[in-house]
């Protein structure tokens, strides 16, 4: 599948800010077998002073971009066409779960897609009782790691409910848990602390995820969003797998990565440092359109 990308992130700030500095993961990039991506342009306004570009830890394409004078606005935009490759069907060879840490000790190396970098807590989840013991009551004896992924994340699914209202960007996943409310984030990483507490490696996904309109209504310009799903480790034959908690299904065709890591932090899309004596203001919007609707 073909799709053309637009993403639009502004910031209006309170007093003009001086010094500002940012992170930016914005840039899609190529994935072997899931993903290519044809054209892609990353605009700034104001015109940084200072720009970077380059790779994280994890692989994800970074803008490290500064202002040396005030601004008092701040716009990023994204343009991109990227094909989406259909997933091959997934067939469970992974190993029964409790012999999973068999598997995951003759994985001699710590290069970034090491499943040992994402079994531990990370900055923004921590490995908490409460979402353990859930994650263990959400499947029978036996179950393979995909089934074991599979059945936590429908169960998140079902037992939680999607809240724009109810959580921020900081808000730890033992709250959302407890709340049973959250955004795309908040089901990501109460996913993710399930999936460690019971020996699964996992980590979280950003991107964006195409949209339907209702039937019978044109499909609204900027309403889609950036999105965030799990990926998890399932042992040696199968390695990485993506579910989707928030919608209640494995990544397919619809999904378009921007990055990885262990948590939000690893992957958010714009963070940095700015000097001001007053707040701001911000908004998103993103365009996800398969290519043979613009041409139809």
């Known amino acids: 599948m073909l799709y053309d990308v637009s993403l639009t992130i502004e910031y209006n700030y ?3 800010s001086d010094r500002t500095r940012n992170i930016l993961r914005l840039l899609p990039s190529d994935i072997p077998g899931v993903q290519v991506v044809r054209q892609r342009m990353l605009t700034i306004f104001p015109r940084p002073q ?3 570009d380059g790779r994280d830890f994890f692989g994800n394409e970074v803008s490290m971009v500064a202002w040396h004078r005030p601004i008092d606005a701040l716009k990023l935009q994204l343009t991109a066409r990227i094909e989406r490759f259909e997933p091959a069907p997934l067939f469970d060879l992974s190993p029964p779960l409790d012999e999973l840490h068999h598997e995951l000790l003759m994985v001699p190396s710590l290069a970034p897609e090491a499943p040992h970098h994402f079994i531990a807590a990370s900055p923004h989840v921590a490995l908490s009782d409460a979402i353990t ?12 790691a995909l089934g074991a992924v599979e059945a936590v994340g429908r169960a998140l699914h079902r037992d939680m409910s999607f809240d724009p209202e109810a959580t921020d960007v900081d808000t730890p996943p033992e709250e959302a848990f407890e709340k049973r409310h959250g955004v795309c984030q908040d089901f990501a990483h109460v996913m993710i602390a399930a999936l460690r507490g019971i020996g699964i490696p996992a980590g979280y996904v950003s991107g964006f995820l195409r949209t339907f309109p209702p039937p019978g209504q044109p499909r609204l310009e900027g309403a889609d969003a950036m999105h965030a799903w799990v990926r998890a480790w399932v042992g040696k034959q199968l390695g990485w797998i993506e579910f989707d908690p928030t919608n209640d299904q494995f990544a397919g065709t619809d999904y378009i990565t921007i990055g990885h890591g262990r948590d939000y932090g690893d992957v958010a899309p714009v963070r940095g440092a700015l000097r ?8 998103q919007a993103v365009d996800v359109i ?6 139809a």
């Open 14 to 16: 309170g007093a003009a």
């Open 290 to 295: 398969p290519v043979e609707e613009m041409s």
């Open 276 to 283: 001001t004596s007053g707040g701001h203001e911000t908004s």
């Open 50 to 52: 200072e720009r970077r």
């Open 133 to 144: 013991e859930y994650a263990r009551d959400c499947f029978g004896q036996g179950v393979t």
